[in-house]
Structures are given as structure tokens and as C-alpha cells.
């Protein structure tokens, strides 16, 4: 069993609109955007990262905002829904906040004994905040949102599969266990994380599989400290039968990928070298980054991609 995952590192989705993502991020749920570059397959398509104040692994959501790309189709075989950490105490802000911002799918619930507060993102995108215990997280306090309100990063993700059987037994390989139940969802936890502990299983057998399109979420990677770390787990997940991407360099992290049995894809991201490594962390997400290799295309990027306002 693996011993070197340590939460989530982050999510990433797709989104029809850059500013319209950039808004809802930063405007309506105050987190900082760390990080302004382009997708490394599609180096004329905006790759934008959310997170607190560092980028820490375990907060930051990321989006591909691909122009008129039609919305996804909610359905089996995806992140059904992201979940964030927020303060006890803070969801009253929220509603009140977000109904002010116009954010749609507003619905106060309760779940594992947590309080949480469901509501849509710009493309429908299923999000939740959560009042979590004894998270020690710092919001980002130079945004619209007060700190004592903020989004702390991720609490999890909740996978909507038709079978979680291969699934769970893949999270119990990665050192996560099963630590609730509730209906027809299964709360899977992996002890000693970075905050982003938790992924839940809901099981819904007869649901058509999801498309992709806006609003979708691409896949969750999961965080490790280091390469040595992530080399072991790729070994691991290899000689347990899984097919894994080699590593690849993502500039501010290293990436595997592999495609879990109820078709989500997942990735295990290292912790280095963070979102400093090429500007100074007052000034994160600020200029426009290109990855080295595209380097050569700014000044044709930077014609086709529309500036995204703050
Ligand atoms: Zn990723």
C-alpha cells in the first residue's frame, strides 16, 4: 500500500470563458489566481490556477478556458463535485455573498454531520463549501473575501461513478479508508494530509456516462511530496496493473497520469518546485507565462488570447 499521498495537489476543469472563470475565482470565491500561462498541448488556450496566497498544494483549482467550447454533460465516470473548506460559522457570508454575485444552485444542506453550502459555477460546474473542523488553512487575505470567511482550499472531491468497487479499492491502495456512509455515497479519508483529505464515492448505476465540455472536471491529481515519492507510487500503481504516463514537467510541478477503473482521470502532481519558481510570490499569476517550449510563440499567443481584465 502507498504511504506518499498526502491529499489532493488540484483540480482541474474546463470553462467556455477565461474572464468569466477569472471572476467567479478570484471576485466571488477570493481566491488568488497564482498563476496566468497557456495549456502545454494547446499553447493558444489561457491555463489559469486558483489558490491561496503560495498556491499550496491542496488549493488550487485550475481551468482551461476553451473559447465557445459547448458545456459538458453531467453524468457517471467524473468529479461529480468539488468541495472547498471554509470556517466554521462562514456559510451564512456566503449565501448572502455569492446570491449577491448572481452565483446560481444555491442550496444549504448537511452531509456527514458537515454543514455546506452547494452552488454552480459559470458553466454549471458542481462546487461546495464546506464548514470543516480544525482546519488551520490561511484564506488568502488579499482579495474581496474577508479571511475570517475564506476559502481555506479543498476539502475534496466526490467522484459520481456506476460502480465504486475497483475505485475504492484503488483509494484503499493510495492509503485512503472509508471513514462514513451516507445513502448511496461513501466518505474514503487519507489520515495525515495536507487538508484536502477526503474523497467521496457516490454510486449511481443506472447514470449515463458525462461528456466533457465546460464545466467538467478533467482530472483530480493527488499530491506527493517529492519525485522520489512519485516514482514510488508510479512503480506501485504500475506493478498493480495500472498504465502510467511517464513524468512529465508541468513547470511547477511534475505530473503522472493514469485512468482509474470508473474512468476518471487521476494525476499525482509533486509539491515542487511551486508556483515562485519564475516570479516573485508578490506578483503571482500577474504576467502572462509561457512554458519554455512555446516560448518562441509569445508574440502569436498573445495575439489570439483576449486579455483578461482583474
Ligand atoms: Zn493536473
Not at 479543498?154 to 484503488?170: C, Q
Amino acid at each position: 500500500m502507498l504511504h506518499q499521498i498526502k491529499g489532493l495537489h488540484h483540480v482541474t476543469s474546463m470553462a467556455a470563458n477565461a474572464q468569466q472563470n477569472n471572476d467567479f475565482f478570484t471576485h466571488a470565491l477570493g481566491l488568488r489566481r497564482v498563476k496566468k500561462t497557456v495549456n502545454f498541448d494547446a499553447p493558444d488556450v489561457y491555463h489559469l490556477y486558483y489558490g491561496d496566497e503560495h498556491g499550496t498544494q491542496g488549493t488550487v483549482m485550475t481551468y482551461f478556458p476553451f473559447p465557445h467550447i459547448v458545456r459538458g454533460r453531467p453524468g457517471a465516470g467524473e468529479v461529480g463535485e468539488t468541495l472547498f473548506s471554509v470556517p466554521k460559522g462562514a456559510l451564512g457570508f456566503w449565501q448572502a455573498h455569492l446570491a449577491r454575485q448572481g452565483v446560481g444552485g444555491l442550496v444549504a444542506e448537511e452531509r456527514f454531520g458537515e454543514k455546506r453550502l452547494r452552488f454552480s459555477g459559470p458553466d454549471g460546474d458542481g462546487f461546495a463549501l464546506v464548514e470543516k473542523e480544525g482546519d488551520t488553512r490561511q484564506p488568502w487575505a488579499g482579495g474581496p473575501v474577508p479571511a475570517a470567511e475564506g476559502v481555506q482550499g479543498f476539502h475534496g472531491v466526490s467522484l459520481r461513478l456506476r460502480d465504486g468497487g475497483a475505485t475504492a479499492e484503488l483509494l484503499k491502495f493510495m492509503n485512503y479508508e472509508a471513514v462514513d456512509r451516507q445513502g448511496s455515497i461513501t466518505r474514503y479519508a487519507v489520515q495525515g494530509g495536507n487538508g484536502a483529505d477526503v474523497v467521496d464515492i457516490e454510486v449511481l448505476p443506472d447514470t449515463a456516462p458525462a461528456r466533457l465540455g465546460a464545466g467538467s472536471v478533467h482530472h483530480v491529481a493527488f499530491a506527493v511530496e517529492n519525485r522520489a515519492a512519485q516514482l514510488e507510487v508510479r512503480k506501485a500503481l504500475m506493478e498493480t496493473g495500472y498504465q502510467v504516463t511517464p513524468v512529465i514537467d508541468r513547470d511547477y510541478f511534475w505530473a503522472i497520469y493514469f485512468r482509474t477503473p470508473g474512468d476518471v482521470l487521476f494525476e499525482v502532481a509533486t509539491n515542487e518546485p511551486g508556483f515562485d519558481r519564475d516570479e516573485d510570490s508578490a506578483h503571482l499569476g500577474e504576467a502572462l507565462r509561457i512554458p519554455a517550449q512555446h516560448a518562441h510563440l509569445r508574440a502569436q499567443i498573445e495575439r489570439v488570447l483576449t486579455p483578461i481584465a482583474d
